[in-house]
Structures are given as structure tokens and as C-alpha cells.
């Protein structure tokens, strides 16, 4: 799936990962460089409101919707569990879909 591709069928399903909890989408990793192979995941981070309940479950949730919707692997975590080694880089290089 290309980067546009992906940006496109991310936001249109947007109003419901956000009714699940997210408060902003990225797309990082090789589709956001446009490298992606056919067999790639999506690699994708939230931000979600620290005042909710937010957790594990609503996380995998997330997940599991998206790749019902899109029909391919998903990868999703949130900032916050972003390695720090790797979080300035993966920040830097994502693409925010909503």
C-alpha cells in the first residue's frame, strides 16, 4: 500500500478510532517513507487524552478494527511506548493522518 493509499483509507475511518479513544493518528515506518512491500504492516502511534481511561484493550481494539477495515497487518502503539532510542527519529519521520 503506498503512503497516500494508507493516509486515505486511515482517515476514512477516523470519527471511529477517535470514538475508541485516539485523540491523533501517525503513520510511520516504511509506508510513510513510501518503501513499503507488498507483505509490509502498517506501523502507526496515537496520542490519546491522559485524563481517559485509556489502556491495553482499547489499544488492541484499535488494531483489531483497522485490520478488519484495511485488510492488512497493523502495528499500533502510542507515543508514549515509543523506544526512547527511537522516538525523536520515528517522530520526526511520521506522517500525521489526523
Known sequence: M???DAISHLRAHADSVR?????SLYLFGSTARNE???DSDLDL???YDPDSRF????????????EDQLGQAIDVTTRDS???RLKERI???AVRVF
Open 19 to 23: 470514538a475508541m479513544g485516539a485523540t
Open 55 to 66: 489502556n491495553g484493550f482499547d489499544l488492541v481494539g484499535i488494531k483489531l478494527f483497522l
Open 91 to 93: 517522530e520526526q519521520s
Open 82 to 84: 515509543l523506544h526512547p
Open 2 to 4: 503506498t503512503r497516500g
Open 45 to 47: 502511534f496515537i496520542d
Open 36 to 38: 513499503a512491500r507488498p
